[in-house]
């Protein structure tokens, strides 16, 4: 069984920064990519930033300049650091990690079970 643990999310002012956590654990093989999601009421998902195992990382436009996504594999955890941040930031963040368990053959994707930002104007 694999599980994945978000922490760091809460409310902050326009112009703050905010960093946030994703740690997997359990029957872990290997993982592949790792990345954050966020859906605000009213809104289209999207993704807000991806980083593959090797350090390779993409970001949602409106990311672009202002978030760093980054990983420590020794940890299996993954890591969004937020600057600058902005009223639209606004929105429930969740990682996703591509993993492979001991009892698989193929890699899974997992979902954190979300934590709250919330930038004030």
């Known amino acids: 069984q694999v599980q994945l643990v978000e922490s760091g999310g809460g409310s902050v002012q326009a112009g703050g920064s905010l960093e946030l956590s994703c740690a997997a654990s359990g029957s872990i093989f290997s993982i592949n990519a790792m990345g954050w999601y966020r859906q605000a009421p009213g809104k289209q998902g999207e993704l807000v930033a991806a980083?593959?195992?090797?350090?390779?990382?993409n970001y949602a436009d409106s990311a672009k300049g202002r978030f760093t996504i980054s990983r420590d594999n020794a940890k299996n955890t993954v890591y969004l650091q937020m600057n600058s941040l902005k009223p639209e930031d606004t929105a429930v963040y969740y990682c996703?990690?591509?993993?492979?368990?001991?009892?698989?053959?193929?890699?899974?994707?997992?979902w954190g079970q979300g934590t709250q930002v919330t930038v004030s104007s």
């Open positions: 996703n990690a591509d993993v492979r368990s001991w009892s698989d053959t193929t890699y899974h994707g997992y």
């Open positions: 980083i593959t195992r090797a350090g390779t990382t």
